[in-house]
């Protein structure tokens, strides 16, 4: 039985061997008794088991004699040797500093990290797994200091003031001291333990990274700033990659070790390989990262790059860094060393809504880039429809040649293709062909007659397959033609006028953007503001706030950007939306305490629906005396309803607030509602209002006063497309498809009942007319056909700018009217 126990054992000893010779196992000791021992430092042995026929390595427990742990088992004499070496140096430190005995496990996580990183210092290991106590003792000192001896006692003193060349030593794998490793753990307590020993905060590894770039790379931001709680040049030091922990931390996105590093005064003005850290942090699109940088430095937005000089507006990827570099001040137009604005960056790289943000604070959209190109040029060349539309709806012209003489009308027939190919011929066929004519007569024509055109005849596309240079010479004239305001001959003089002139604005919400387009070009026909155009201006809702934008002397580019940026800030969450947002905006557009009376001429007229009564009535604001006719029965006290606000006491910001709270949109203001419920064109209104307001002087004697109507001007905020409703019937279902078609009834039933009630574009069109046709008043309606309907809180930029592009497109077609317009306001 003895023969077979001895028989077991061996093979149990050499399957070991065969599988892992390292794996620490606790053994008796008194097994190795009759084994030679070949080598013995303290408490590391080395044996030679003949049984086995290997060489075993032993640490031996003072305090357990009995009991030893078998560190490694090897069939190699040379390989235990040099094995035993390096186990007696480095374990020494580690079972005489340890307060309990080391465990199995402890011994495992050493023995693998000797065998793994057979260069790192005892300092190193230590770090590796966290056995901090071993940082103290004596033999450590002498393995960095080169041979201290003594007692313990000695050593823990001495360990303060001579442990740095042990602490600072570098390992030859990577270059890193055991403070790299302590932050690349995270392991705040070694950190700590090692600064007291003095370790160097500015000493790099072999790819030039300090400790700062490694504690960037972990997850505790209070190590970053244990690190610098000193000054140091290791927190501005560029790696070989040309990045300071700064830029690492923009680079990786960690807004947490920004804040940190910037807490610990690390430098933002630092170039690096791309730039500075606010270029990285726009190339990776790190808001968190730009932001922090900026609430330090706002400085930063106008950094440029060594290799473009470019701004950090150029860099940005996403709408929401183009917006938070705005609001730090940065400058939409300027140049990067190839004459590039960021616009013209953004339309390159074909980023729709960062060009939409640029746009809409400003962005020159026919300014020269290289080779001479506007933004419109290279979106031809990239065939990007949405940025064509929306640059030539910002103002972008077809026939500014580049460098090499091309207009963007020629690149968008040389590079178009598929369906936006389609869609610019089509174009072609849509604005007709009077005003543009090939540069030979032997050109074959692009378009269809006029004849073919208007009988309705198909078109033949023949022309179109392929297209000849004067033909693309044809394309891009024709391009140039569209969009542009009909010529006015003579500059309007007024003269002594003796008639007034009348702007009515429909509401809308979002698609007020379409009373915008209107307005411009109807100021660049007349070549004047709209405010010295109009005596009197009158609208609802989102053609109220527009009103007394125009009364309060805003440009129509500015109010076209300020409804593309407000959209984003009012129409947030679900409906109904919050208020206060739009109050705000309202207050700092119009100001917090200016009246309706500041501000006379022109003369305005907003409307309210008074909610606070059955049957809800009709109020206007106004910027002039009220008529007596109303002063009796809105303006003074009854038994049911308090007074209304005169004029003079009238805040506008809550006129605009009130005319525009459209219901489930936003809450009510006090009594009041959005005025689109009783008069969404308010054309009609205004007119009586007139009335009653020439009545009111003629009663005062003042006569004389008095200016009668001689041009009334209603512009709408588009006609959606007409489509079919299958079902509008509300009845009691005696079954569950019947149910179903209830539902589906009321629904288009609702929907139905507000169109009506809020229809601008239908009956009430007739009657103005009919009215002004009477009384031998010009009447001009402009409302475009738009292609989708247009929510009224659409924030879609892409639907907005497609209205935008039907406006256009209606004032082309509608030019001649356009013209008698402009006839009209020179009288």
Not at 718 to 746: C, H, I, M, Y
Request: with cysteine; charged share 20%; net charge neutral.
């Amino acid at each position: 039985m003895q023969f077979f126990g001895r028989l077991v054992n061996t093979i149990n000893s050499v399957t070991q061997i065969f599988t892992n010779p390292y794996r620490v196992k606790e053994v008796p000791a008194a097994e190795y008794a009759a084994h030679t021992c070949l080598r013995e430092e303290g408490r590391v042995a080395l044996y030679k088991n003949n049984l086995a026929r290997s060489w075993d390595c032993l640490l031996v427990n003072p305090q357990s004699p009995q009991v030893a742990f078998r560190l490694f088992q090897l069939d190699n004499e040379a390989d235990a040797l040099l094995h035993f070496e390096l186990y007696a140096r480095q374990l020494h430190p580690f079972y005489e500093s340890a307060r309990q005995p080391l465990s199995l496990e402890d011994l495992q996580k050493l023995s693998d990290c000797f065998r793994n990183h057979p260069s790192w210092s005892v300092a190193h290991v230590a770090v590796e797994i966290g056995h901090r106590e071993s940082f103290r003792h004596n033999h450590v000192l002498r393995q960095g200091a080169g041979g201290v001896s003594g007692g313990p006692a000695a050593g823990n003193e001495l360990g303060r003031a001579s442990l740095a060349s042990c602490v600072n030593s570098t390992d030859s794998e990577d270059g890193c001291t055991p403070l790299h490793l302590a932050c690349r753990k995270g392991d705040m307590e070694c950190l700590l333990e090692l600064l007291e020993c003095h370790a160097r905060v500015d000493i790099t590894d072999r790819n030039g990274e300090t400790v700062f770039h490694y504690a960037v790379r972990g997850n505790s931001p209070q190590i970053i700033e244990l690190l610098g709680r000193t000054p140091t040049a290791g927190l501005d030091h560029l790696s070989h990659e040309g990045l300071t922990a700064l830029h690492l931390a923009c680079q990786l996105g960690k807004e947490d070790m920004v804040r940190s590093l910037l807490k610990c005064r690390a430098s933002c003005s630092v170039m690096g390989m791309l730039g500075y850290p606010i270029h990285t942090a726009l190339k990776f699109s790190q808001k968190g990262c730009a932001q922090a940088i900026l609430e330090v430095d706002a400085s930063q937005v106008r950094s440029k790059d060594p290799r473009y000089e470019a701004t950090p507006l150029h860099w940005a990827k996403k709408a929401e860094m183009t917006r938070l570099l705005l609001e730090y001040g940065s400058e939409v137009n300027l140049t990067s060393r190839t004459a590039d604005m960021a616009l013209h960056i953004a339309v390159k790289r074909g980023r729709f809504d960062c060009a939409m943000v640029l746009l809409t604070h400003g962005a020159h959209t026919n300014a020269r880039g290289q080779d001479g190109n506007t933004p419109l040029h290279l979106a031809m060349k990239h065939d990007h429809l949405d940025m064509i539309k929306a640059i030539v709806v910002f103002g972008g012209d077809v026939e500014i040649p580049n460098d090499f003489g091309e207009t963007p009308g020629l690149l968008a027939a040389r590079s178009s293709k598929g369906a936006n190919r389609k869609v610019l011929l089509d174009l072609l066929q849509t604005v007709g062909t009077e005003r543009c004519h090939p540069p030979n007569p032997d050109s074959p024509s692009l378009a269809p007659s006029a004849a073919s055109f208007l009988e309705g005849q198909p078109s033949s596309w023949s022309s179109f397959n392929s297209l000849g240079y004067k033909d693309l010479l044809y394309v891009s004239t024709t391009l140039g033609q569209l969009l542009k305001a009909p010529d006015v001959v003579d500059s309007p003089s007024e003269g002594r006028r003796n008639h007034d002139r009348l702007l009515c604005l429909d509401g809308g919400g979002i698609r007020g953007l379409v009373l915008i387009q209107l307005l411009l070009a109807i100021e660049k026909a007349a070549g004047r503001p709209v405010r010295e155009i109009f005596d009197w201006i009158a609208g609802t809702s989102t053609g109220g706030i527009l009103a007394l934008a125009i009364v309060h002397g805003k440009s129509m580019d500015y109010m076209r950007c300020l409804y593309f940026r407000m959209k984003d800030m009012v129409f947030r969450g679900s409906r109904p939306y919050e208020s206060e947002p739009l109050d705000e905006f309202l207050k700092k557009e119009f100001g917090e305490n200016t009246k309706m009376t500041d501000v006379q001429k022109p003369k305005v007229i907003v409307t309210g629906t008074l909610c606070d009564r059955q049957p809800a009535e009709l109020h206007l604001f106004r910027n002039y005396p009220v008529p007596e006719t109303k002063t009796s029965t809105e303006y003074k006290t009854s038994a049911s309803f308090k007074p209304l606000t005169q004029p003079e006491d009238q805040l506008v910001w809550r006129a605009a607030r009130c005319t525009g709270a459209a219901p489930t949109y936003f809450r009510p203001i006090g009594r009041f509602l959005d005025g689109g419920l009783l008069a969404n064109n308010p054309t009609l209104d205004a007119m009586t209002e007139i009335h009653e307001y020439n009545k009111t002087l003629i009663k005062k004697g003042q006569g004389q006063k008095v200016r009668k109507l001689g041009l009334v001007v209603s512009l709408g905020t588009g006609k959606p497309p007409q489509v079919p409703v299958s079902s509008v019937d509300v009845f009691r279902p005696s079954n569950p498809w019947e149910l179903a078609k209830t539902v589906f009834g009321a629904r288009e039933l609702g929907k139905m009942v507000v169109d009506c009630c809020t229809d601008a574009d239908g009956p009430a069109v007739d009657r103005a007319r009919a009215w002004c046709e009477m009384t031998d008043v010009p009447y001009f309606r402009l409302s475009p056909q738009l292609h989708t309907e247009v929510m009224l809180d659409e924030v879609n930029d892409t639907v907005l700018v497609n209205a935008l592009w039907d406006t256009q497109l209606y004032i082309y077609q509608h030019r001649e009217q356009f013209e008698q317009l402009v006839q009209h306001l020179c009288r």
